[in-house]
C-alpha cells in the first residue's frame, strides 16, 4: 500500500486579537490587507499575501479550514472535502469555499457561508490527525463525500484515496455498511460497486464512471504493454482486450507528470506518439485519446467510441 502524499506546508493563520496583541492597530492591518502584504481569508483572520498568492485552489481551501479550526468548539474535526484534502485526495468541480467539520461531542452549529457544521457520531478511534489537524478516517471520509457529491464527483474523491493508499476497499465498504441510514446516502453503494483504486486521476475516474453511465463495455485499466524482450514501454490508461482498442486520458495532469527535466511540450508530445505507435506496432490495437472537453458532451464520445468498438467486434461475437 502507498502512504497518501505529503502536502506542502501552509502559512500560519493569525488572528485580529493576535496582530493586535503584537503591536498592530486595526488601521495598520487594513493598511496592510489594502496593499496586499496580508490577505484576509475569514472575518478576523489573515495570512501572509505572498504565500497566499503562491497557493492553489486545493491549499486555499485548506487554509479556510484552519481558519475555522481556530474559532470552533475543542472537539471538532474536519471531515468531507476538508477531510478529503488534508488526505491529498483529488477535488473535480466541488466548492471549495466552504469549511466541512462535525463535532465529536454529536452536536452541530449553525451553517455559516464558508462553514457548514454537520451533525453526527465521531468517535475518537475514527479520526486521525494530518498535517497538524484533526480529520475524519480516509474510510469514513469516502462516505462522507457521497453524501454531499454526485456518483461521478464522488468517485473522483474515493478513487483518490484508494489509489493513494489512504483506506482500502474493504475499509470503505465496512464503512458504507456502517453508514446506511445515514442522511443523503443513497448514493454511497454505487460508488462502492464504482470505485476502483488502479485509476490514477480525476480524467480517468471520470472515464471510467463514462463507460459505465453510456452503457459501455468496462474497460480494464493500467494495462502493461512488454516488447519482444520483455521490457515495460507502455501502462495504457485504458485497455479492452476483446476489441483490440486502448484509451490514453489526455489531461494537463498527464503533461507536466510525465515530461522529463528539461523536456519541451513538443519534445514530450512526438515522445508520446513514438510510444503509442510502437504499443500498436506490438499489440495490433488501436487507439482513441480522450480530452476533458470531450467527457463535457458524453453521448457524442459515446456513439464515436462505440462505433469504434463495434467495427473490431470479435469475430463471431
Given amino acids: 500500500m502507498q502512504k497518501p502524499a505529503e502536502l506542502i506546508q501552509l502559512p500560519t493563520v493569525s488572528c485580529r486579537a493576535t496582530l493586535l496583541a503584537e503591536g498592530m492597530s486595526d488601521r495598520h492591518v487594513t493598511a496592510l490587507v489594502r496593499d496586499g502584504t496580508l490577505v484576509r481569508i475569514r472575518r478576523g483572520q489573515y495570512v501572509d499575501g505572498e504565500q497566499w498568492r503562491s497557493l492553489g485552489r486545493a491549499d486555499r481551501a485548506r487554509l479556510l479550514t484552519r481558519g475555522v479550526m481556530l474559532t470552533a468548539h475543542p472537539g471538532t474535526t474536519a471531515t468531507h472535502m476538508s477531510a478529503a484534502l488534508e488526505w491529498g485526495a483529488p477535488i473535480w468541480d466541488l466548492s471549495l469555499q466552504v469549511a466541512h467539520t462535525t463535532r465529536r461531542d454529536g452536536k452541530a452549529g449553525r451553517r455559516r457561508d464558508d462553514w457548514i457544521q454537520h451533525c453526527g457520531v465521531l468517535p475518537a478511534k475514527?479520526?486521525?490527525?494530518?498535517?497538524?489537524?484533526?480529520?475524519?478516517?480516509?474510510?469514513?471520509?469516502?462516505?462522507?463525500?457521497?453524501?454531499?457529491?454526485?456518483?461521478?464527483?464522488?468517485?473522483?474523491?474515493?478513487?483518490?484515496?484508494?489509489h493513494a493508499g489512504a483506506t482500502t476497499v474493504e475499509e470503505f465498504a465496512d464503512w458504507a455498511e456502517t453508514a446506511r441510514h445515514w442522511p443523503h446516502s443513497l448514493a454511497t453503494d454505487l460508488v462502492l460497486r464504482l470505485c476502483d483504486p488502479r485509476l490514477e486521476s480525476a480524467g480517468e475516474s471520470r472515464f471510467h464512471y463514462f463507460c459505465w453511465r453510456q452503457h459501455l463495455p468496462r474497460p480494464t485499466p493500467q494495462v502493461k504493454v512488454h516488447d519482444e524482450h520483455g521490457t515495460l514501454v507502455a501502462?495504457?490508461?485504458?485497455?479492452?482486450?476483446?476489441f483490440g482498442v486502448f484509451v490514453e486520458f489526455d489531461g494537463k495532469e498527464k503533461y507536466t507528470k510525465y515530461?522529463?527535466?528539461?523536456?519541451?511540450?513538443?519534445?514530450?508530445?512526438?515522445?508520446?506518439?513514438?510510444?503509442?505507435?510502437?504499443?500498436?506496432?506490438?499489440?495490433?490495437?488501436?487507439?482513441?485519446?480522450?480530452?476533458?472537453?470531450?467527457?463535457?458532451?458524453?453521448?457524442?464520445?459515446?456513439?464515436?467510441?462505440?462505433?469504434?468498438?463495434?467495427?473490431?467486434?470479435?469475430?463471431?461475437?
Fill in 259 to 317: 515530461r522529463r527535466d528539461g523536456e519541451t511540450l513538443d519534445e514530450f508530445l512526438m515522445r508520446e506518439k513514438k510510444r503509442e505507435e510502437l504499443v500498436c506496432q506490438l499489440t495490433g490495437w488501436v487507439c482513441i485519446r480522450v480530452t476533458w472537453a470531450q467527457l463535457a458532451a458524453p453521448e457524442l464520445l459515446a456513439a464515436r467510441v462505440r462505433k469504434l468498438l463495434d467495427s473490431r467486434r470479435p469475430l463471431g461475437a
Fill in 126 to 162: 475514527d479520526v486521525r490527525v494530518r498535517n497538524g489537524i484533526a480529520v475524519s478516517v480516509a474510510a469514513r471520509t469516502c462516505v462522507e463525500i457521497t453524501t454531499v457529491a454526485d456518483v461521478e464527483r464522488s468517485l473522483v474523491v474515493v478513487n483518490g484515496l484508494l
Fill in 235 to 242: 501502462r495504457l490508461d485504458f485497455v479492452w482486450e476483446d
